[in-house]
């Protein structure tokens, strides 16, 4: 399984991310590329830090052009994936031991299998966001309607 973990960072987070990195590659056997995605750091110090980073741990730096915000940083990092999955996981998480391996995994078990009678394409989990989002009637319908293909 050939995987991709997407990292979107910003500012001065080259120690975040030299953890990550770190621990990513000291607790994962599974092979996998790194994006690391900057999102418009004011500062070349900073940008430079997280280069020199990304160089020692294999990983690619890429630095979206604009516009800035999460959801741009994001698709503009997953523009550079070229494999059939991403994992996302920001640059101030711990990854734990086998972390890519558990979610692979996990994805080999139920991707496009049936649940409840229907394929399953895609797999979450809720936060606190949903749920408020749900009970002020934002999000409707079947929760399963969020994560099933809607072809079967």
């Avoid at 621990?23 to 418009?40: C, K, Q, W």
């Avoid at 516009?67 to 996302?88: D, I, K, Q």
């Avoid at 229907?118 to 934002?138: C, K």
């Amino acid at each position: 399984m050939e995987i991709t973990v997407v990292t979107p960072t910003v500012g001065p987070s080259a120690r975040r991310l030299e953890v990550l990195c770190r621990e990513l590659r000291a607790f994962t056997s599974l092979p996998y590329r790194h994006i690391v995605s900057d999102d418009g750091t004011p500062a070349p110090d900073f940008q430079a830090e997280q280069v020199v980073v990304c160089e020692r741990y294999g990983a690619r730096h890429v630095v979206n052009p604009g516009p800035f915000g999460l959801p741009e940083n994001l698709n503009f990092a997953l523009s550079y994936v070229e494999t059939p999955w991403a994992f996302l996981i920001e640059d101030g998480v711990r990854p734990s031991r086998n972390w890519l391996e558990v979610t692979s995994g996990f994805l080999d078990l139920v991707h496009d299998r049936t649940f409840q009678g229907r394929r399953v394409s895609q797999v979450g989990h809720s936060h606190i966001q949903d749920w408020i989002l749900a009970m002020a009637g934002i999000i409707t319908g079947d929760p399963l309607d969020w994560f099933c293909a809607k072809d079967g």
